[in-house]
């Protein structure tokens, strides 16, 4: 088995990353979503790291990554976030890479690729849609299940406090409600996770808070400017589309002309709980050439 080396990584004035590095060969970049860590590519990374180099950082903010104050909106912007992986893989040695991200990690994916559509080579969301069409989508009673975006969205203070009151139970309960299979999340990870969160409130309330503001407002100007990811994608999500009425592959196509759209049936956890599907599914991502006329090649 491929062993992972664990590296520390300076991205922004007074930022540093913890990354997990492994395997040889073309790079892929792995982001984890929320409420977890690295951790949640444990299967998936293992293997792809048989041929390629696998790079799981902790996003800022969250994990043993570093957590700036929130000192305006694009502390925790998807854009600066982006930003943090794009230099992350420069000072790795990596100025092109594939790209997977799972939830909020997928969000800054879908950032990196539009900010970054040069350096990304190929890119892999994992049940999400862009931040402006989730917004779009949600609204009347269906918006219920998404409570925590509305939470976490209202000014510095009530939300950190009331979550931070309550962080194991807070968190917990993402993990119990978007798992199919319980058993995909042992408790020693359930464990980690947990602390993880307990110890990174502030910074993943200013996470979302940018999802509800300065994110919004850089996926408006993307659309309105047309700008698409112009990378091959592949998108693999559970069916909550047609449960909460709206077609998601139609709302993904508008950004990505070379898409392909996966439905799944196991819980929003997919990396661990179908780590099998989620490897086929990016490798043949990464086997796939862009099917784009005049695709944009080269370094930065």
């Known amino acids: 088995m491929t062993k992972f080396e664990t590296h520390r990584v300076q991205v922004a004035d007074g930022v540093s990353l913890r990354a997990e590095v492994g395997g040889q060969g073309s790079p892929i970049v792995l982001l984890h979503g929320f409420p977890q860590t690295h951790l949640m590519w444990r299967h998936v990374a293992a293997d792809l790291a048989a041929d390629h180099t696998v790079i799981c950082p902790d996003l800022r903010g969250y994990g043993d990554s570093d957590k700036p104050a929130e000192t305006s909106p694009d502390t925790y912007s998807k854009r600066t976030m982006a930003a943090d992986v794009v230099a992350l893989a420069r ?23 539009l900010d970054h559509p040069r350096v990304v080579t190929h890119l892999a969301s994992l049940d999400v ?16 299940i998404g409570f ?45 996770y947990l602390a993880a969160c307990r110890a990174a409130v502030p910074s993943i309330v200013a996470d979302y808070r940018a ?75 990464l086997r796939r050439a862009s099917a784009l006329k005049g695709e944009k090649t080269g370094k930065p």
Do not use: K
């Open 91 to 113: 000072e790795l040695g990596h100025e092109r890479f594939a790209l997977a991200g799972h939830d909020r990690g997928a969000l800054v994916a879908i950032r990196a690729g």
């Open 129 to 144: 849609l862009p931040t402006i069409d989730m917004w779009d989508v949600m609204h009347g009673t269906s918006a219920a």
């Open 148 to 192: 925590h975006l509305y939470l976490m969205a209202q000014p510095p203070g009530l939300p950190e406090r009331m979550i931070a009151a309550t962080a194991d139970e807070f968190f917990g309960y993402f993990l119990d409600l978007w798992t199919n299979d319980p058993a995909a999340i042992p408790a020693d990870v359930r464990a980690a």
């Open 211 to 285: 999802s509800a503001g300065i994110d919004v407002e850089h996926d408006a100007a993307d659309r309105a400017a047309g700008r698409r990811l112009e990378m091959p994608v592949t998108v693999m999500q559970q069916d909550w589309g047609s449960a909460l009425g709206f077609d998601a592959a139609g709302l993904w196509r508008a950004w990505a002309p070379d898409l392909v759209h996966l439905p799944v049936s196991c819980g929003h956890f997919m990396a661990e709980e179908a780590p099998g599907e989620v490897v086929t599914a990016l490798r043949d991502l």
